[in-house]
């Protein structure tokens, strides 16, 4: 079964320092993995998806993610944050071979001036 | 494209009271699904549609019923709202119904049972 964990519900940074975001799941098949922001009182925004090609990758606005399969990980991180990057991040898997698409219970990101 | 739209973005109900949500999508997808979100509880899904004439039931489908008589339209109808309904509920669509696409969501419908 799958399934994904998002290690912490709420991450504080200063503007301008390196975020991280971790995310780790469970598949029983190859995993296509997305993350997904969402402001406040907004909708679901892609950042960006992992399906099988490199194992980095690159999204919007400056936001990263490396795919480790050993590791079961797909953290996202971004080297300096902005005001503007406060909202809610979600980790999802979606199973490549069912509709499923799996959403971890979110992460409140705080930027500090 | 519009993309995904919703409507209304918000509405108040009274325990008992019926009400359909809306939702529609311009880019000719396949694939179109309803979450509910709740604090602390991410995303779950509600009911989804492979195409027109197609649904079925996703985690957590009690109390809600769908149709999808045509590719872009694809409601949802509460038949009678329960204060456990409040939430806020997000259509999505995606060109396939494999879990690699990229899936689309709609802007919400912020919904009160009182």
């Known amino acids: 079964a799958q399934s994904v964990t998002q290690l912490d519900s709420h991450v504080s940074v200063s503007e301008g320092t390196p975020v991280l975001l971790r995310c780790n799941y469970s598949?029983?098949?190859?995993?296509?993995l997305f993350w997904y922001v969402q402001h406040p009182n907004k909708g679901l925004q892609l950042l960006l998806k992992y399906t099988s090609a490199a194992t980095l990758v690159k999204g919007i606005n400056g936001f990263e993610a490396e795919f480790k399969k050993s590791e079961t990980s797909f953290h996202l991180t971004k080297p300096s944050a902005h005001m503007s990057d406060a909202a809610e991040y979600f980790c999802v898997v979606g199973d490549s071979g069912t509709y499923k698409y799996i959403f971890g219970t979110g992460t409140r990101l705080k930027v500090l001036a | 494209n519009a993309g995904v739209t919703q409507t209304p973005k918000f509405q108040v109900l009274k325990t008992g009271q019926s009400m359909t949500l809306q939702c529609a999508q311009d880019m000719n997808h396949e694939y179109m699904s309803w979450y509910r979100q709740d604090p602390g509880m991410g995303l779950r899904l509600i009911h989804y549609?492979?195409?027109?004439?197609?649904?079925d039931q996703g985690e957590v489908p009690n109390g809600y019923n769908v149709s999808r008589s045509t590719t872009e339209d694809f409601p949802l109808r509460l038949l009678s709202a329960a204060p456990s309904q409040t939430s806020v509920y997000f259509c999505?669509?995606?060109?396939?119904?494999?879990?690699?696409?990229?899936?689309?969501f709609g802007p919400g419908t912020r919904l009160l049972v009182l």
């Open positions: 598949s029983s098949y190859s995993p296509s």
């Open positions: 549609s492979v195409g027109a004439g197609i649904t």
């Open positions: 999505a669509s995606r060109i396939g119904q494999r879990g690699r696409e990229t899936q689309y």
